[in-house]
C-alpha cells in the first residue's frame, strides 16, 4: 500500500489498516531493530509525519535502543539526546501523550537548538510523543514530528489514539521478547546444571565397568560394546549408537567422550525430537542479538560450546528433511553461520549420534537423507537390549536400589524371592523399565526386606501388560546387524539421481541364517504374574499358520511380516521356501 491509497482512506478505515499491518510485522521473526524500523516505516504511510523516533529505555532510563523514521541509524540516536530532557521525562512521568502544536512556541523545548531537526523553510512544526509501556512502567517512547498547520485538533486527537495503540502494540511485544528470553535463559541453566551432573538422569548409573563411569554388567554383550568402545574412542570417526529406548546410549556416548584424547574438553548433549526445527537450530547453531522473537542477546550454540570436544546428538533419527540438509555441511566441513549472522564460523568437533529408528527403511522411503546416513553411520555399535544380558540383571537392580536407600536414606535389600521375580520378567522396556519396577516396589515395600509379594506383577499391577499387550512390534534401530534389510543394489542411472534417491548399498556376502520357530514378537521371557499378565500368550498353532497369518497382516510384504513376528526380512524368506509357501503378488 502506497500513501496515497493510505490517506485516501476514511481515517478510522485508515487506523484499523494500520494496526493490522503494524501487528503482522511484529509478529514476524527479525531483529528487534529492524522489526522496529518497519513498523516506524509503515506509520509514515498512515500518518502526515517528516520524523519517527522509537526509543527503548534502560532501567536508569537511558536509550537503550533507538531505531528512527527519516534518520540514518547513526543519527536517530543524535537525534533522540537533541529532545528535551522536560519532554521526554514528561512522557515518562505522566505516562501520559505529549502533543506540542508548535515546537518552537514551547517552554519544553526553551534553548533547544532545531536546526538539528533537519529543514523546515521556515515553517514551524509539531510534535506527539506517546509512552511505550510494559504493564505499568514507561520502558520506552514513539514520536514524530510533522510541519505544523493550522488543522484542527480533532486531527491530533485522532494521530495520539492511533499512536498510542501502536505503542501498546510494541510494549506487548518488548514484553514477550523479554519473557522468551528470560525462559531461554531459565531452560540453558537447568540443562547445563543437568549436564554437569547435579541431578542422576533417568537411568544414570554410578557404578563403573572397568573404569566406564554409569555402565553396569559383566554380560558378554556388554562386554563387546565396550571392547568396540575402547577401540573407536581413539579415533575421531562419527559413531552412531543403536538400540531400543531406554538401553542407555547417554551412558555409552559419555564413556566414547571419557576415553576418548577428548576426554579434558566439553562433551555437551542434545536431544533432537525434544526441539521443534527453529528452535532446534538456533539451539545447535546458536544465534546473533535480535535474529527472532526473544533473541535479546548473542547466544552460542552446542556446535561452538562443543568445540575441540564432542557433541551428542540423541534421536537424530526424528528431524525433518530440511533441518538434514543444514546439519549435514557440519558434518562434512565443520562450518555453519549463527541464526541471524552472516559469518562463518568453523569448529573442530568429534559426533556421537544416537537412534532408535530404522534409519535404512527411512532413507528408502526418502525421510531421511542418504547422504547424512552415510556421515553419521561410520561406525555404528548396536547396543543390546536387557533381555539379551540376563546376567546384568542383578547387579542393575542392586545399584538401583543402592540408589533408592541413598534418596531416602533407608536401608533395603531384595530377598531370594525378589530376586526370582526379577528374573522371570523380560522387562521390554529395558533398563528405565527395570529402575521404573526396583524403585516403585521399594516405595511400596512393607519391610526393610523386599518379597516377591511387594511386586506390582504380583498384584495385578504388572506395566508390562498393560505397555506390551499384544504382539510388540520390535524398534527395528535397537536390533543387532542382521536384522537389518540390506538396501537394494541398484544400477548406475545415465543422469545423476535425485537427492531422495535411497543409496546404492553393496549387499554382503549371503550367510545362511537359521529357520528359526515362528513366534510373536514378544518379550523374551515370561511375565511373573502369569495369571495377571498377558503379555506372553499361549499359541498352539503350527509354525506355517502363524507365517501365513503374520503374511496376511503385512499385505504380504516380507519386512512387515518379518516386525510382526520378531525376525529378520531374510528369515522370513528362508521360512517361506522352508514351508513351501508362495508369495502372493497385488
Request: glycine share 8%; proline share 7%; hydrophobic share 40%.
Amino acid at each position: 500500500m502506497n500513501t496515497a491509497q493510505a490517506r485516501a482512506f476514511d481515517p478510522s478505515e485508515s487506523a484499523l489498516v494500520g494496526i493490522y499491518e503494524i501487528s503482522k510485522l511484529l509478529a514476524s521473526p527479525n531483529r528487534l531493530e529492524k522489526t522496529l524500523a518497519g513498523v516506524l516505516a509503515l506509520l509514515s504511510s498512515f500518518l502526515d509525519m517528516r520524523h519517527g523516533l522509537i526509543a527503548l529505555l534502560d532501567t536508569h532510563g537511558d536509550p537503550e535502543v533507538v531505531v528512527g523514521s527519516g534518520w540514518s541509524e547513526g543519527n536517530a540516536k543524535k537525534f533522540f539526546e537533541h529532545l528535551p530532557e522536560r519532554a521526554v521525562g514528561q512522557i515518562v512521568a505522566t505516562k501520559m501523550p505529549l502533543v506540542v502544536e508548535n515546537v518552537a512556541a514551547s517552554p519544553l523545548f526553551e534553548g533547544t537548538d532545531l536546526s538539528e531537526w533537519g529543514p523546515t523553510d521556515g515553517q514551524p512544526f509539531s510534535l506527539i510523543g506517546v509512552p511505550i509501556k510494559e504493564a505499568d512502567a514507561v520502558v520506552g517512547t514513539l514520536t514524530v514530528d510533522r510541519v505544523y498547520s493550522d488543522r484542527s485538533s480533532v486531527r491530533f486527537d485522532h494521530d495520539v489514539r492511533f499512536l498510542t495503540m501502536i505503542a501498546n502494540l510494541v510494549g506487548q511485544t518488548l514484553r514477550l521478547h523479554k519473557l522468551i528470553a528470560r525462559d531461554r535463559e531459565r531452560l540453558m541453566q537447568e540443562k547445563a546444571r543437568l549436564e554437569k551432573g547435579d541431578r542422576p538422569a533417568a537411568h544414570h548409573i554410578e557404578a563403573r565397568l572397568d573404569g566406564i563411569k554409569g555402565i553396569v554388567g559383566e554380560s558378554p554383550a556388554v562386554r563387546a560394546v565396550v571392547d568396540k568402545i575402547r577401540i573407536v574412542a581413539k579415533a575421531k570417526s562419527t559413531v552412531l549408537l543403536r538400540g531400543e529406548s531406554g538401553t542407555g546410549k547417554e551412558l555409552f556416548a559419555a564413556a566414547i567422550h571419557n576415553l576418548s584424547p577428548r576426554q579434558s574438553k566439553p562433551f555437551v548433549k542434545l536431544n533432537c525430537a525434544a526441539l521443534p526445527e527453529s528452535v532446534l537450530e538456533s539451539e545447535l547453531f546458536g544465534h546473533e542479538r535480535g535474529a527472532f522473537t526473544g533473541a535479546a542477546a548473542l547466544r552460542k550454540g552446542r556446535f561452538e560450546l562443543a568445540d575441540g570436544g564432542t557433541l551428542f546428538l540423541d534421536e537424530i533419527g526424528d528431524i525433518t528433511p530440511a533441518f538434514q540438509a543444514k546439519l549435514l555441511r557440519v558434518l562434512q566441513e565443520g562450518e555453519f553461520e549463527r541464526v541471524g549472522g552472516s559469518r562463518t564460523m568453523k569448529v573442530d568437533v568429534r559426533f556421537v549420534c544416537a537412534t532408535n529408528r530404522n534409519l535404512e527403511e527411512a532413507v528408502q522411503k526418502g525421510e531421511f537423507r542418504a547422504d547424512l546416513y552415510y556421515r553419521i553411520s561410520v561406525v555404528p555399535i548396536f547396543l543390546p537390549p536387557l533381555r539379551e544380558r540376563r546376567g546384568d540383571l542383578a547387579p542393575l537392580a542392586n545399584e538401583f536400589l543402592r540408589r533408592f536407600n541413598g534418596e531416602q536414606n533407608v536401608h533395603l535389600t531384595f530377598s531370594e524371592s525378589a530376586m526370582e521375580v526379577l528374573n522371570e520378567c523380560s522387562f521390554p522396556g529395558n533398563i528405565r523399565e527395570l529402575e521404573n519396577c526396583v524403585y516403585r516396589t521399594a516405595t511400596l515395600a512393607r519391610n526393610d526386606s523386599i518379597v516377591d509379594k511387594d511386586f506390582s506383577c504380583r498384584n495385578d499391577g504388572c506395566l508390562s501388560s498393560v505397555l506390551w499387550n499384544g504382539s510388540r512390534e520390535s524398534t527395528i534401530g535397537g536390533l543387532h546387524p542382521p536384522s537389518f534389510t540390506p538396501l537394494p543394489i541398484v544400477s548406475k542411472p545415465q543422469t545423476p539421481p535425485p537427492p531422495a534417491r535411497p543409496p546404492v548399498v553393496a549387499r554382503p556376502p549371503v550367510v545362511e541364517e537359521p529357520v528359526v520357530p515362528i513366534v510373536a514378537a514378544q518379550p523374551a521371557a515370561a511375565c511373573p504374574g502369569a495369571e495377571n499378565c498377558t503379555v506372553i500368550e499361549t499359541d498352539h498353532r503350527s509354525d506355517r499358520d502363524k507365517l501365513i497369518e503374520a503374511m496376511e497382516q503385512a499385505g504380504w510384504v516380507k519386512a512387515k511380516a518379518a516386525r510382526l513376528l520378531g525376525l529378520t526380512p531374510r528369515q522370513i524368506g528362508y521360512a517361506l521356501q522352508k514351508y513351501d509357501i508362495p508369495v502372493k503378488k497385488f
